[in-house]
């Protein structure tokens, strides 16, 4: 950056003096390398910060965080950098990326993993499998476990073993003053709480300890195409089939378009249709028992079900979601799966401008609903249901007409919803402050403000979803 603007010429000098402190790199807007570490996974959200460093360890990013409070910069942090909002970039701030932090670490006799703030899933995935074992996450393998975590975690083992941040026990946090914590139930309860759901407003995670659970090496995944002419028919079997579903079995049904590959029947492709997918993660005769009524509805388009690598099951779904698409998503918790939902469901898939596009409905409950509402800093656990609405779509010119699609059909779910929203989800907060006190609950949202007044009274992690300092 060379400008006669006093300031930033300051601002220059600063930053070469961070780089020579830092072990990783330094890179800013003139390096090679500058464009790729800056871009993000929706290619909806682009971003130029000034500097982009590449951190190492712990102390890189102290370093780094000293450096953006003494200037006064904008701060952001980047995990796996799949915020649907482009949390993880900022324009002319410092942007503290940990994705070279993502080792993962596996104590199997106490069934820990420590990861570093940087790993991705298919990272803590691949190590934990290796000895039988798994965290829960989400369903794509290339989210950063920093974002996913922080903001609740709903994957394939959600039933049975609860969120992912339920089954975060313990962290490593750098600050807003540079100072380093070492945050589990004895040491510091209270931020381990606000860990548990709170989002990135307390300091830089850069590591992340998780209780482990025996999980396959294989699980029966159940994958049923219909066509969606015949939705109504199969969401009614599907709410049947969830009413007394045993924990082990985390299902999605998604209202999408059969994919345009050779595993499909080719006079299909592209047609819409209603998929039901589910992780039973028990043995694989019991999970193919458990799942049968999903898949023996009568003529599907297609049905794949089978044993799978918890591992593949995890990665199943990350070929639909590229780099660098256009990406905007909402979500609201349902109180049931009522015979308006299914009937406003088929028609806002029908309505969805681009056939990348789809609506979810995600079965809750099970172990994650047991855990008490103050427990953690987790929004709405008691939900059966959740609706996302996710257009993915390439073309600019789209992208008035996708988001409207998005925002119209979270409108026409209002009046049927409990009107918070799942934040690992959301595109963008349009109502940020209101949006974060519905979704967290009045309790939790005040108790995060103490919170975030102990930790960062200046507020200087707050690009994420802030909790404004009480
Ligand atoms: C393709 C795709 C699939 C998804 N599937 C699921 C799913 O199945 N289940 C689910 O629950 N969610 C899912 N999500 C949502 C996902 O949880 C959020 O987008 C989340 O923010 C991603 O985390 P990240 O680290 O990759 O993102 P980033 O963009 O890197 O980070 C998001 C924010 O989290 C904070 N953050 C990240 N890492 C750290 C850290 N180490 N320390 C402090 N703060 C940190 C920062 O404030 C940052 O701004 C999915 C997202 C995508 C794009």
Known sequence: MTTSTGGIVELDADLDRLADDLTGELLRPADPGYDDARALWNGLTVRHPAA????????????????????????????????????????????IDLSEMNHVEVDPAARRARAGGGATFADLDT????????????????????????????????????????????ATLVAADGTVHEVDEETDPELLWGLRGGGGNFGVVTELTYQLHPVGPEVFVAFTLYPLDRAEQVLGAYRDWTD???????????????????DFPEHHRGEPCVILVACAATDLDRGDTLTQPIRRLGDPIADLSGPLPFVELQQMFDADYPDGRR????????????????????????????SLSTVDLWH?????????????????????????????????????????????????????STGREYLNFPGFLEDGDQTLRTAHGEANYTRLRELKRRLDPANLFRLHQNIPPA
Not at 244 to 262: F, K, N, T, W
């Open 364 to 416: 809750l409950g099970g172990a994650m609903s047991r855990v008490a509402p103050g427990a953690t800093a987790y929004g709405d656990r008691r939900a059966p249901l959740l609706l996302g609405v996710e257009a993915n779509w390439t073309d600019p010119r789209d992208d008035e007409a996708n988001v409207r699609w998005t925002r119209g059909c979270i409108e026409a779910f209002d009046e049927l």
């Open 52 to 95: 982009i460093a590449r951190c190492t360890d712990t102390d890189d990013v102290r370093a780094a965080v000293r450096f953006a409070a003494r200037n006064d910069l904008l701060l952001a942090v980047r995990g796996g950098g799949h915020n649907v909002a482009g949390t993880a970039g900022v324009d002319g701030g410092l942007v």
């Open 127 to 170: 190590a934990t499998q290796a000895h039988g074992l798994a965290a829960p996450g989400g369903v794509v393998s290339k989210t950063g476990i920093g974002g996913l975590t922080l903001s609740g975690g709903l994957g394939w083992l959600r039933r049975k073993h609860g969120l992912t941040c339920d089954n975060l026990v313990a």
């Open 244 to 262: 007394d579903l045993a924990d082990e079995v985390s299902s999605l049904a998604v209202c999408d378009s059969v994919p345009e590959e050779d």
């Open 327 to 354: 990406y905007y998503w909402r979500s609201v918790h349902l109180p049931g799966l009522s015979d308006e939902v299914i009937a406003r469901t088929i028609e806002w898939t029908r309505r969805r401008p681009s």
